[in-house]
């Protein structure tokens, strides 16, 4: 089992090679991560023939700062281009599709000059103020009933309040605040666009018409100016420069699509796309989701337009896999040791030691609040072992993660499964690679596992969209019931089902008992 290439300890490229540089017609595909950035060309097929990647640095200076650096995503982008293009001097690329971690905010001077070194991502923390302050106002559910949504710090408009109220110098100098996938698209086109995905995500867009809200914008004290042109993602929004071309060796006028965030490109590659399908997109976030004709009013739960039609109602785990990457770096020296000399990833390793601990980790809970929580509790919660005992180790505590993870989450697949219930929850991201976890998440959600002979749903996804906008689809869903390929099934035990009913009430018991304690938590 391989989860993720972002807990690499090396900071060289990487790269992924499956067919020897054989020519042809593709879309390149990039997905940008946390933890890594790739680009990859894709077939008509939804076949991935050749994957170059890097890993990006994230820093956390403090309590709920999440930051990582834009040039360094368009540099390792453009490195990645290039490796993947040289060793396919015969490929004929047709477009581009990007997908990109979501709600980073990226300010930009009217000469495209990155005004800030280092920008807060989507885990980032510190517009919790604002949206309290948004979340007092009298007019707060007339503003979620336009936005389809309700105020939380991830969202890009809040970020953008927070350099209003935090930065005003860079406020005042920008001419456009872009998230990291219309980051992207501007370094290769010169075009300052966004997408639905990405402006449902910001709390700035009318959900009813998939434009900007001038309601909300003013709600949030923001200048309508300064947000980019919204156009569909499968939708050509410009062609490579001259520039771009040189620093990437892409033709110059190649079209690029607008895209859309990664976990929606993940979706859409995953086939959820129609009412009966759950998805867990397991990376270094763990998010749940159903897909949905509208967005859901519960504040529990969030909603972003799908890249193609429709909603996905979710909830997230913002450490989902960084709990597990936590556990390896801080508490597993000797068996990621181990794992190296071994020639395996140190992720096989630790799983193989939970193996041998029976469901529920002999008492002990985890609490997977490392960045705190989104809707479902305090942003300003802690992750944290309830439990712990001396017979317990690193065996119980590596099995009480991966169980904890699965515990938050049905917190919230009950909030969005509807009426007539769900056929099957689909894994993708690198935490689907792991059987024991897949048998975990069945036993805990009580629900069919369904995964993919492919686990490249990101870069399928943007080039799914990619393909669209050069006309290769006639639309993003049917894409991808084309290009889907469904592989292994988990189904619950219903003796390990008990055995979670009752580890999830007294998760969830623990969990209401810590939440409002935590904001008078002393750093």
């Not at 988990?490 to 007294?506: I, K, L, M």
């Amino acid at each position: 089992m391989r989860l993720s290439t972002s807990g690499s300890a090396s900071a060289t490229d990487a790269v992924i090679a499956a067919d020897g540089g054989a020519a042809g017609e593709y879309v390149l595909a990039i997905d940008i991560g946390t933890g890594t950035q790739r680009a990859a060309l894709m077939d008509r097929g939804g076949h991935i023939a050749d994957i170059a990647g890097s890993t990006t640095v994230l820093h956390t200076p403090a309590p709920g700062h999440a930051e990582q650096s834009p040039d360094e995503w368009w540099n390792g982008t453009a490195r990645n281009i290039r490796a993947v293009l040289d060793r396919h001097p015969g490929a004929r690329v047709a477009g581009v599709g990007v997908g990109a971690q979501m709600h980073g905010v990226v300010p930009l001077a009217a000469d495209g000059r990155v005004l800030d070194e280092r920008v807060g991502i989507w885990s980032d923390k510190r517009a919790a103020v604002l949206v309290d302050e948004c979340r007092a106002r009298s007019d707060i559910a007339e503003l979620c009933a336009v936005a389809g949504n309700h105020p939380v710090a991830a969202w890009a408009g809040f970020k953008t309040a927070w350099y209003r109220v935090n930065r005003p110098e860079i406020y005042a100098e920008a001419s456009v605040f872009l998230i990291v996938k219309d980051f992207i698209n501007y370094r290769l086109t010169g075009t300052k666009h966004t997408d639905p995905t990405e402006a449902s995500g910001s709390f700035l867009m009318d959900a009813a018409t998939d434009t900007w809200s001038p309601r909300l914008v003013e709600a949030l004290g923001l200048d309508a100016a300064k947000l980019p042109e919204i156009a569909p993602s499968g939708s050509v929004i410009g062609y490579v420069t001259a520039e771009a071309a040189a620093q990437t060796g892409l033709a110059e006028g190649t079209p690029v699509a607008g895209g859309a965030g990664d976990m929606l490109c993940q979706l859409l590659a995953a086939g959820i796309t129609r009412p009966g399908r759950g998805c867990d997109v397991s990376g270094t976030a763990s998010i749940i989701c159903a897909f949905g004709g509208t967005p859901e009013p519960d504040p529990r739960v969030m909603n972003l337009r799908a890249a193609g039609e429709g909603w996905i109602r979710f909830g997230i785990a913002d450490a989902g896999g960084l709990c597990l990457r936590w556990i390896a770096d801080r508490l597993s020296e000797v068996e990621c040791e181990e794992a190296k000399n071994r020639g395996v990833s140190r992720y096989d390793v630790l799983t193989a030691l939970a193996d041998g601990v029976p469901p529920g980790s002999n008492g002990l809970l985890f609490f997977p609040y490392l960045l705190g929580e989104r809707t479902m509790g305090s942003s300003a919660s802690r992750g944290s072992f309830i439990g712990l005992t001396p017979a317990h180790g690193r065996p119980e505590m590596v099995r009480a993660v991966l169980e904890g993870l699965c515990l938050e989450l049905r917190r919230t697949l009950e909030l969005i499964v509807p009426p007539e219930g769900i056929e099957s929850v689909r894994i993708t991201g690198g935490g689907a690679l792991s059987d024991m976890w897949n048998q975990i998440r069945a036993d805990t959600w009580g629900t069919r596992i369904r995964t993919f002979a492919q686990f490249e749903g990101g870069l399928v996804g943007a080039g799914i969209l990619g393909g669209v906008g050069v006309g290769w689809y006639a639309d993003p869903a049917s894409a991808a019931e084309d290009t889907v390929q469904l592989d292994r099934t988990w189904d619950p035990s219903p003796a390990t089902r008990r055995v979670y009913d009752g580890a999830y009430r007294e998760f969830c018991a623990v969990h209401d008992l810590l939440d409002p304690r935590w904001r008078t938590w002393e750093a």
